[in-house]
């Protein structure tokens, strides 16, 4: 089943061509990844499939699912259910900080909920404890009491995953989530997107301003430059060399000095998520 369909999509901002002419189909249940260096459109693409942007042209068209959430510029009139079923995660402040972390992962649940009960934070006994069960799963059991402020940028990132998991979204969209973190964070937070993605079906794309993250996390790559697709394929043949095709001088943007990975091996894969530490089934209340 095709989880994305993009067709013509094309956006400008000014005189910036920011998306020219795009297209992309993602499967249901794939992990791809979008590089590009900065300015090169993964941010306004990644709006736009959450249903944040539309595009112009007659010819402009984004499926989620099947149905039309935006053609020729305008949002589908199934936009709104369809945006329930994606999540956005950012770079930065996707909680509530002032807040605590389990209301934050339940805010995730306000779709499904009636408004009074999200604004004065009464949540019932089954969703505070489907919360916690998310929070254990993707890794931070303890916090939940916590305000969001509290926890380290790779803490939140998970909690933002966790809320994904609570709201029980079908697309994650994640937008350089791992850009501000140390690399054992990094890694942990592309560990738990993994997981999500093998063990729930999740269909993840994740932008990642390194290609590392990419070869080692990602099947599949669309690599961005100037608006447009210039390669969509297997991570692993994104060689240093290739990238250094792809990019020119650019090329350095998006790979990391010291990894030593100057000669263009790909990395090994990581482990199958049935090597990841077994933990129990979460939205499954105890
Ligand atoms: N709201 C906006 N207003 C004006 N220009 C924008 C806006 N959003 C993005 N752009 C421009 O569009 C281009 C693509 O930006 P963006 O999608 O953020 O790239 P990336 O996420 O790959 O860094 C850049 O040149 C950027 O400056
Ligand atoms: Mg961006």
Redesign the pocket.
């Known amino acids: 089943m095709t989880a994305i369909e993009v067709s013509h999509l094309s956006?400008r901002?000014?005189r910036?061509?920011?998306?020219r002419d795009v297209r992309l189909s993602v499967a249901k249940g794939e992990m791809v990844a979008?590089i590009?260096?900065?300015?090169?459109?993964?941010?306004?693409?990644?709006?736009h499939l959450a249903g944040l942007e539309v595009g112009e042209g007659t010819q402009s068209r984004i499926e989620i699912f099947g149905r039309v959430a935006q053609a020729g510029g305008r949002l589908g009139p199934h936009a709104k259910e369809l945006r329930g079923r994606v999540s956005v995660i950012f770079q930065q402040f996707n909680l509530v900080g002032r807040i605590s972390v389990l209301t934050n992962v339940l805010v995730g649940n306000l779709g499904k909920i009636s408004r009074w009960r999200g604004t004065f934070g009464l949540f019932n006994r089954g969703e505070k404890q489907a919360a916690e069960a998310a929070l254990a799963r993707v890794g931070i059991p303890k916090v939940a009491a916590q305000r969001a402020s509290t926890l380290s940028g790779g803490q939140q990132q998970r909690a933002a995953i966790a809320r994904t998991l609570v709201q029980r979204a079908e697309i994650l969209l994640a937008?350089?989530p791992i850009a501000s973190l140390d690399p054992a964070s990094a890694r942990r937070v592309m560990d738990v997107l993994a997981d999500v993605n093998a063990r729930d079906g999740i269909t993840v794309i994740v932008?990642l301003?390194q290609v590392e993250f990419a070869r080692q996390y990602c099947p599949r790559t669309v690599a961005?430059r100037d608006?447009t697709v210039i390669y969509d394929g297997p991570s692993s043949a994104l060689t240093n060399d290739f990238l250094a095709e792809l990019y020119g001088a650019a090329a350095d943007e998006l790979v990391l000095a010291d990894t030593g990975a100057s000669h263009g091996a790909p990395h090994p894969a990581p482990p199958p998520a049935a090597a990841l530490p077994e933990r129990h089934g979460v939205l499954e209340p105890a």
């Open positions: 956006k901002f000014g910036t061509q920011a998306l979008l590009g260096a900065s300015g090169s459109g993964k941010s306004t693409l990644i709006r937008d350089e932008s301003h961005m608006g």
